[in-house]
């Protein structure tokens, strides 16, 4: 309806013909009123226009109102202030509107807007080095649920895993998987504080003692001797790197890089099995190794050369992104020739271009805000535009289990995993509750609210409604009765009560939410929507009968519910969360 009543202004605007001219960028805007008694939607583009018009906005306001073409959907107009628009809807509209519901189904709400403009939106892109926790579930709900909104407004979108398969974290995931491995040969040791000591690595080791025997198996005396004492008498980085260093002596660089592509292919397979079964899924998982052995990362490094933007010193080569509003300058090769993350970083992004998105969006943790700038200003310093990069960082997850918080350290093995949370209380839940609140703010997640059936959980209570709708259905084909879609059709005006009112109009507003969400980057927006329109539903659900005698009124009745399961089904479907038919 809001694009309805933007048509019919601009096309009074239009009809002012030599009038008024209409400044270039200026549109005709129109927002949902929050007073009822100004009216369903109001426009300031009198205030807008006025000076450039040379009219008072009143004035101007009155001679824009008598241009809107004839319509069935405005009852009336009203202008307030100083100059304000107000528009008052006709009952045929939101009739109009239910029916657009039911006739659309699956596709209400989804619009084609953007215009196929490409988006590639890269999210979760965790480190290979552990099972998903309950952190990097957010990352996941959120970008999943942001792709699919921008898919329903119109945007061709790519969902892409950053598959972080080369540096350091790699090497420390190689020597811990290794030093397991020794261990199952019946070597004792301390295992170093800075390697991952988590349960989750004992069976991959088991599988690699299964496949190669003893081939890589060396005396732990011989591992440790003379290397670099570790914390808290010698410093950790220095330890686990002279354990790297000691490995690729032992086993050599064939056997360093079995036992690396043996952990790196366990560990993504239980990622892409855990995100699977979270209902995520990407179209593609590009890999970090890829960029340097492809040759992209040595071509992006030349670029900036070419650009000027790369200058040597002690060294080492160094990226000028202060010239582009970054605090200092950023190493992309160190003095002893290797390349740093940020050199992939710069090359990924650009390749991402030369796939011909057009925008790029990432979904980081709220560590990486200081990443923004340089990447940015990479992309910048070859020609590309600033406005094709967008990041939405994702605030931290504290769990909380009987008012208690959950300590995690992925290192420490002392994390609560995905899967666990998925077991404990369901995908929806879940999916929901990481949602719920704004990607910029710090979740707290209630296991013990995200597990009850009460009207107090969120995700329950807007199901609930679902399959109140479905149960209302059962009851009318038990009692013999059966819905009459005509009838109902024609018997909408019917719909007159306060309840109705305020459900046929909440109803309405869904693709303006689904439109602000996508645009905000924001699906909390969708989720704060569902719960209100399920409130409004639940409260017409225990103040009137919808199987009554009358046959028009209760198929009209019928049809106002079925609209109300309908947008619920689409809205949750935007979040993955289902809607049942029973609870």
Known sequence: MKT????????????????????????????????????DFATNIALRLAKAAGRKPRELAAAIVAKLPPNDIIARTEIAGAGFINFFLTSTAHHSE???????????????????TSVIVEFVSANPTGPLH????????YGASLANLLEAVGHRVHREYYINDAGRQMEILTASVWLRYLELGGETFAFPSNGYRGEYLKPIAVDLREKIGGTLHHAATKVFAGIAPD?????EDEHIDAVIGRARGLIGESGFSQVCEHALAHMLAVIRADLAEFGVT???????????????????LEALKTSGHLYQKDGAWWFRSTDFGDEKDRVVVRENGQKTYFASDIAYALNKRKRGFEHLLYVWGADHHGYITRLRASLQAVGEPAECF??????????????EQVSMGKRSGEFVTLRDLRAEVGNDATRFFYVMRGNDQHLDFDLELAKSRSNDNPVYYIQYAHARVASVLKQLRDRGHVFDAASARGN???????????????????????????????????????????????????????????????????????????VIANGLGLIGVSAPDSM
């Open 134 to 141: 309950v952190g990097h579930g957010r990352h996941a709900a």
């Open 390 to 403: 967008e990041v939405r960082l994702i605030q931290f997850v504290a769990l909380y289990r009987g008012g």
């Open 98 to 116: 239910l029916v657009s519901i039911i006739e659309q189904g699956a596709s209400y709400g989804r619009s084609a807007g953007a215009g196929g």
């Open 4 to 39: 309805q009543i933007q048509q019919l202004l601009t096309e009074g605007l239009h009809a002012l013909g030599p009038e008024i001219s209409v400044p270039r960028g200026v549109m005709a805007e129109v927002d949902r009123t929050k007073d009822p008694a100004h009216g």
């Open 282 to 300: 990407f179209d593609q998982w590009f890999s970090e190794r890829a960029l340097g052995e492809s040759g992209d990362v040595d071509r992006a």
């Open 231 to 235: 914390a808290p008498a010698g410093n």
């Open 492 to 566: 909408l005006a019917l719909l007159a009560n306060e309840h109705e009112l305020a459900l046929m109009k909440g109803l309405g507003r869904y693709p303006e939410v689904v439109q602000t969400a996508a645009a905000q980057r924001a699906p909390h927006m969708l989720v704060h929507y569902l719960r209100d329109v399920a409130n409004e539903f639940h409260t017409y659900y225990n103040a009137h009968m919808f199987l009554v005698e009358e046959p028009p009124l209760r198929n009209a009745r019928l049809l106002l519910i079925q609209a109300l399961r309908q």
